[in-house]
């Protein structure tokens, strides 16, 4: 019974910074690549961001250079530090194993205006 939990959502203007947290109830954390996935209304939900228990990262084209994948295996949290936010980078994030499984959490709320 893996449980994920995502915060750090929230509105923010264009050009702003939010930093996502995700805390996974799981022992083998420290060995489990992790991932946020972001998904937009009438969109399928992808892949943003990954980073293995070692923690080498790969992002999406659309975020690299911006954002920022970390991990903390003593507190089982993966963060997403996102930078120069941009209007098309709106939707709802979600962490989960990469590649992922059919464990969802409900995800946080990213909205950036413009």
């Known amino acids: 019974q893996v449980q994920l939990v995502e915060s750090g959502g929230g509105l923010v203007q264009a050009g702003g910074s939010l930093r996502l947290s995700c805390a996974a109830s799981q022992v083998i954390f420290k060995i489990t690549r992790m991932g946020w996935y972001r998904q937009t209304p009438g969109k399928q939900r992808d892949s943003v961001a990954t980073i293995t228990g070692g923690g080498s990262t790969n992002y999406a084209d659309s975020v690299r250079g911006r954002f920022t994948i970390s991990r903390d295996n003593a507190k089982n949290t993966v963060y997403l530090q996102m930078n120069s936010l941009k209007p098309e980078d709106t939707g709802v994030y979600y962490c989960?194993?990469?590649?992922?499984?059919?464990?969802w959490g409900q995800g946080t709320q990213v909205t950036v205006s413009s």
């Open positions: 989960n194993t990469a590649p992922s499984s059919n464990n």
